[in-house]
């Protein structure tokens, strides 16, 4: 079986109890997360060897982040650890009206200040390298390793799939909006998961924003490699009621999906990670384009259900979703 190595931050995550806001009682629920670890979780449930790469504080914190995707069935041997900081992530979950918010915390940790990786090793017997635009907005260093894994991956014949995953708040704090290494990690990229904001940001063209279409057509035509570019539609009637649907472009086409009505979320974090496994788990199945899209749809509306930032669920429970029919199953 080939390797999907995924690669990017492990944190901890602090959240408010449901309906209050942070530090509104003296207490916090805690769990592990992070864009390419909670892919690699799926993709490990979904029956996958998966792989993370990634640096973590050698204490109790990192050993037992380490710990959690290892529970998960994730490969974690390629985790390094070092002295220092967990990267956190503070969270206030939405209701009603009032939408979440997340604060980061995450500058100077360990993952934040290591950028040596052996990536001719680590990509031995890999099909795929999944990665993310958050990666490069911790910091420089790890600007510099996300930049050397996709080129290395590209060296070694490797797919890469890259998810924008755009996060303004730590762009700011490098004082960039991030376009430029953002553009050079699409121009690595198979498959991207992007919409038509982010293809507008890394091609420094505004108009494009508001036009899927014509922002896909133009993301095929600056990058050469790039050959599917996937992405969520959202609708939100409330914080906690949505629609979601999904569309596939390639060089010959586009796919689109049936809306999910999503009343009641439990979760809205993870849900893109949820979608980008899903689609991947397809693809590296051998599965069509079309069959993909669902199946990464399923995926992501599912993923509204469960607390938590994995979504650990097979690809039997994926498809009952999107077979619908919500009797209890005995």
């Not at 996709?150 to 762009?171: C, E, I, P, T």
């Not at 940001?201 to 014509?214: G, Q, T």
């Not at 980008?276 to 693809?283: I, K, M, Q, Y």
Request: proline share 4%; hydrophobic share 50%.
């Amino acid at each position: 079986m080939n390797t999907i190595v995924c690669f990017g931050e492990i944190l901890l995550r602090l959240s408010a109890p449901a309906g209050e806001l942070l530090l509104q009682s003296p207490m916090v629920d805690t769990c592990i997360g992070g864009a390419e670890a909670n892919v690699a979780v799926s993709l490990a449930h979904f029956g996958h060897d998966a792989r993370v790469v990634s640096a973590l504080p050698d204490n109790a914190l990192g050993h037992a982040a380490r710990n959690a995707l290892r529970a998960q069935g994730v490969d974690t041997r390629a985790i390094q650890f070092h002295p220092g900081r967990m990267g956190l992530y503070f969270l206030t979950p939405g209701a009603v009206l009032r939408p979440s918010e997340i604060i980061y915390d995450r500058a100077a940790s360990v993952f934040a200040q290591n950028e040596a990786y052996d990536w001719p090793a680590l990509l031995a017997g890999a099909s795929w390298l999944h990665v993310s635009g958050i990666t490069p907005a911790v910091g420089p260093q790890t600007s510099a390793a996300v930049l050397a894994a996709v080129r290395a991956a590209r060296s070694a014949g490797v797919r890469v799939s890259f998810d924008g995953n755009y996060r303004a708040s730590l762009w700011a704090l490098q004082g960039s909006d991030g376009a430029d290494v953002l553009k050079e990690l699409l121009s690595h990229a198979d498959l991207a998961f992007a919409d038509q904001r982010d293809i507008a940001l890394v091609l420094r063209r505004p108009e494009l924003a508001k036009d899927r279409a014509a922002a896909m057509q133009a993301a095929f035509a600056a990058f050469p490699q790039l050959q599917r570019v996937a992405a969520t539609i959202r609708t939100q009637h409330s914080v906690d009621h949505h629609e979601i649907k999904a569309t596939l472009y390639t060089r010959s086409g586009m796919f689109d999906t049936g809306s999910y009505s999503l009343p009641g979320i439990v979760e809205r974090i993870g849900t893109g990670d949820a979608f980008a496994s899903g689609v991947l788990h397809g693809l590296e199945s051998g599965w069509d384009d079309a069959a993909a899209l669902e199946f990464g749809v399923a995926a992501a509306a599912l993923k509204h259900s469960l607390a938590g930032d994995f979504l650990a669920v097979s690809e039997a429970q994926v498809k009952a979703v999107a077979a619908g029919g919500l009797d209890v199953r005995r």
